[in-house]
């Protein structure tokens, strides 16, 4: 036996409010016909403040150099992230930090709206390592998220699916650790919203 239930919608191609029906079979299915649209899609379309960015460094030597620094500088939107993406042309260790804070050195970085033509601007501040290699960062209050080791030309696609959140005047950053002249880059997917607010 199936069941139909009647739901008011916005026809959108008259923009008249019409009576449309789904149909519910007697385990509950609700049977539907559905355009779905990623959390990432809404972002963009819908609130315009989808972001991306990239950061690059060229290691000066051996040692572990910061690669990327983030800090979310909005007084009451958190940042959420999507995919981190980080590659090198030779073998590196790519450590995943939070809790750093920015000393000095660096090349500021701009990050880009996903709706092209926007005027939606990110508030954060963001450093790359460059060419340079000099960005220094406090480690005060560092805490460990994880190690990587990625290969020559193959890109470590860091899955977070909007779980990683920061909230006002939370950082993250990354590091590589490999050899003089090794060229390492990261980029990065995220959005804004109130917070905990998720649509």
């Known amino acids: 036996m199936t069941e139909r239930i009647s739901?008011?919608?916005?026809?959108?191609?008259?923009?008249?409010?019409?009576l449309n029906q789904a149909v519910v079979d007697n385990h509950g299915r609700l049977y539907v016909s559905a355009n779905v649209s990623t959390h990432e899609q809404h972002h963009a379309t819908f609130h315009e403040n989808l972001f991306t960015g990239s950061c690059n460094l060229t290691l000066s030597d051996s040692n572990e150099?910061?690669?990327a620094f983030y800090k979310n500088t909005h007084s009451d939107n958190d940042y959420e992230f999507y995919n981190l993406i980080v590659s090198s042309n030779a073998a590196v260790k790519i450590k995943w930090y939070t809790g750093d804070t920015y000393t000095s050195g660096g090349s500021a970085v701009t990050l880009r709206n996903m709706n092209v033509g926007s005027a939606n601007t990110a508030t954060a501040t963001v450093y790359e390592g460059g060419?340079?290699?000099?960005?220094?960062?406090?480690?005060?209050?560092?805490?460990?998220?994880g190690t990587f080791y990625i290969g020559?030309?193959?890109p470590l696609i860091i899955p977070m699916s909007g779980?990683?959140?920061l909230k006002t005047d939370s950082t993250w950053s990354l590091t590589a650790t490999g050899a003089n002249t090794n060229t390492v880059s990261v980029q990065f997917l995220l959005a804004r919203h109130s917070a905990g607010f998720k649509l």
């Open 131 to 145: 060419a340079s290699d000099d960005l220094a960062l406090t480690t005060t209050n560092r805490v460990e998220m």
């Open 152 to 154: 020559a030309s193959q």
């Open 7 to 18: 739901i008011v919608g916005q026809d959108n191609d008259a923009n008249t409010a019409n």
């Open 65 to 67: 150099g910061p690669l």
């Open 163 to 165: 779980g990683l959140v």
